[in-house]
């Protein structure tokens, strides 16, 4: 943990600052939305602190410890993308509306939302989403450096691919099977059998289109660190 707290202490700090703004907007708007936002928020934090223990056995020599921290990573690594569908959240706000208007009128009938609290919210999520989806590739660039000393650089996107999978399932899995990471452990059997019930068209489309979104996002991250760490 002291590894984590000296090499990303600004993801401490905006996290710690991303609570605040949520226990500030939960006694302002008294939705509990807030909260949740928060505890999301640190399940993606998460796989970053397991990812960088398992890096650090790796650099150690002991390959057998950086293998099982490599697990709890994989357990917690979907919560990372799982702050997108967070979005839901404002589906019941009216953030426009269409109004009658004169046949000639300028402003097309559109009229947008003054109510603050709603864009707010908009923000919160989003910002919430963003910062979860950019530590959590971090993580995966971490774990696919791992695999890539381990074996051969093709294997380790291999396992990128693997692990988007899985990710997309277990998105899935939170969303609306309504499980935990940590399910995984002690409720196994429960979990496999709510899945394998409810597999369907739309799961199998609904975890395609997650894996390969996570696998366009990790592509695009890969070629914004080339870029910046060229200029640097």
């Not at 905006?14 to 226990?23: A, G, P, Q, S």
């Not at 967070?86 to 009128?105: A, G, L, P, Q, T």
Request: net charge positive; charged share 15%.
């Amino acid at each position: 943990m002291k590894i984590f707290l000296k090499k990303y202490k600004e993801i401490i700090f905006f996290m710690l600052v991303y609570w605040i703004v949520c226990l500030l907007m939960f006694f302002k708007d008294t939705s509990f939305l807030y909260i949740m936002l928060s505890w999301n928020v640190l399940l993606a934090v998460l796989p970053l602190v397991f990812i960088l223990k398992s890096e650090t056995s790796l650099m150690q020599g002991r390959l057998g410890h950086s293998i099982l921290w490599m697990i709890p990573w994989l357990l917690f690594f979907p919560n990372s993308v799982y702050m997108i569908t967070d979005f839901i959240h404002i589906s019941n706000d009216k953030f426009m509306w269409i109004v009658e208007v004169e046949k000639y009128s300028l402003d097309g009938g559109v009229v947008y939302s003054t109510d603050i609290m709603i864009w707010t919210k908009l923000l919160i999520i989003g910002v919430g989403f963003l910062f979860a989806l950019l530590v959590g590739l971090e993580s995966l660039y971490i774990f696919d450096k791992s695999i890539g000393i381990i074996t051969l650089k093709p294997v380790s996107f291999l396992g990128v691919v693997l692990v988007s999978l899985l990710s997309g399932i277990g998105v899935y899995i939170g969303r609306f099977l309504r499980f935990n990471s940590w399910d995984m452990l002690f409720r196994p059997i429960q979990l496999f059998n709510q899945l394998v019930i409810g597999i369907d068209r739309f799961t199998i489309q609904f975890v395609a289109t997650f894996s390969i979104f996570i696998i366009g996002c990790y592509i695009l991250y890969r070629i914004f660190r080339r870029i910046t760490c060229f200029y640097d």
